[in-house]
Nanobody
């Protein structure tokens, strides 16, 4: 079993910053990819940032230059630092872990950016 847990969501004013954290645990030998996705109300889940172990990070176009991902492969954690937040960044943010080609998701954490 693999557990993925997010934390750090909340309410922030536009222009502010917020940091989310994700931790993967359990049977995670072969944890290859960790990523963040978000889902706004009525919209599909979309990529925020994705890191392949030993490789670079891919960011969604709308977060480039504003969001920064930091992955700790020894602790199996990943943080998402979000800067210059906009109301359109509002949504539920999910952490994803791919272990031996299987996808695992956290329950999500709500981020609300007020204008």
């Amino acid at each position: 079993q693999v557990q993925v847990v997010e934390s750090g969501g909340g309410v922030v004013q536009a222009g502010g910053s917020l940091t989310l954290s994700c931790a993967a645990s359990g049977d995670i030998v072969g944890l290859h990819v960790m990523g963040w996705y978000r889902q706004a109300p009525g919209a599909q889940r979309e990529l925020v940032a994705r890191n392949v172990r030993g490789s670079s990070t891919t960011y969604g176009d709308y977060v480039k230059g504003r969001f920064i991902v930091s992955r700790d492969t020894a602790r199996n954690t990943m943080s998402l630092q979000m800067n210059s937040l906009k109301p359109e960044d509002t949504g539920v943010y999910y952490c994803n872990a791919i272990v031996r080609f299987h996808n695992y998701w956290g329950l999500g954490t709500q981020v609300t950016v007020s204008s």
